[in-house]
């Protein structure tokens, strides 16, 4: 279960997961996405950064947030059947990164809510080992794009077009990843302060395409020092937000209409992920994320990547809508096997970590036989 940086409500997937060998079998069943109650979502938006929130605030917000991820986990068992194990991201509030490196983490949705409705077991905190071991945290979903892309011959990628970008580059048994800059944070930032659409996003892409990109304020957004850092390095909203859209309007001294600055948002993503997969040298780019359903995206990216094969995630196996989701509950099957879910190359971490913290069920905490060795390989189904 996871809500990511867009912030909009809780993905879940449900995955029944069996050892055959070295390949990791996982059958994808239930699956779905609750939108935040509108209040609430509001009150989200609200006490993000750079906006001053109170401790008070944040845990009123701890508390509904893992209310909503409760009621959503219990929907969930209804429809796809008891689970052994709940991984919850949780709700993503700051991530705190200096100087290039993370330094901290905050995901709130207190898990406690979801035990004691569900009485399933929970695995929660799940970024902050790897934080501590030297990484970012993130992308963490890498460590599933480094088990479904290794058979690739001449390497593959796997972006995730979510609130921020983020690639994993796999080559055999070398992996990289990172965040690569917003994809629909600063978009659906825009969309929403603008009223332009009640669901908070550029839906089909049809703002964009009815805009024009603005030359001038698309030079001042890629002069942004983030795209010039080395990898690994992470991002989120406490850098790239509605008021990081004004101070750039100012310093290209524009005012531009809803559509061409949507557009102009829409094409920085294109450009921001094209020059990075360009200089991966990949053969292949596996997409997935919110993002990925938007046609203005997808066909810059192609055009921008003409000797690149940019298909969807769901030919993996994993519905690009609930990749995510789906790789939470594989982090889980590893940690409940004391297995690590990280590969510190998507991190940065100074070696693989196995990650979360356990809030028991409404019985006796009980983990399955630790396993030796990881999966080599992961193959998905539904």
Known sequence: MISGTSHDGIDVAVVDFERDGSVLRGRVGHTASTPYPGGLRARL????????TTLAEVCVLDTLIGQSFAAAAAEAIARGGPVDLIVSHGQTVFHWVEGAHALGTLQIGQPAWIAERTGTPVLSD???????????????????????????EGG???LNLGGIAN???????????????????????????????????????RIAAAGQ?????????????????????????????LGYVTAALARAGREVGDADLVATLTELTVRTVARDVLAAGIGTLVVSGGGCRN????????????????????????PADDKEAIAFALIGW????????????????????????????????VLPEPLAEPPRSLVLSR
């Open 45 to 52: 938006i609200a006490a993000l950064p750079p906006a001053p």
């Open 126 to 152: 799940v970024r902050i080992r790897d934080i501590t071991a030297g990484g970012h945290g993130a992308p963490l979903v890498s460590v599933l794009d480094g088990l479904l892309l290794g058979a690739y």
């Open 156 to 158: 593959a990628a796997a």
């Open 167 to 205: 690639m994993t580059v796999v080559r055999g048994d070398s992996l990289y990843a990172y965040d690569l800059g917003p994809a629909n944070a600063l978009i659906d930032a825009v969309v929403t302060s603008r009223g332009l659409n009640p669901r908070g996003f550029d839906e089909d892409g």
């Open 213 to 241: 990109v603005d030359e001038r304020l698309l030079e001042v957004l890629l002069d942004e020092p983030y795209y010039g850092l080395a990898a690994p390095k992470s991002t989120g909203k406490e850098l790239f937000h």
């Open 295 to 318: 046609p203005v995206i997808m066909a810059g990216l192609r055009a921008a990547l003409p000797g690149v094969r940019v298909v969807p995630s769901d030919d993996l196996g994993a």
């Open 334 to 365: 590893l940690s409940a096997h004391g297995l690590p879910g990280t590969v510190p190359g998507g991190t940065g971490a100074a070696g693989a970590r196995v990650l979360g913290t356990l809030t028991p069920g409404a019985g006796p905490l």
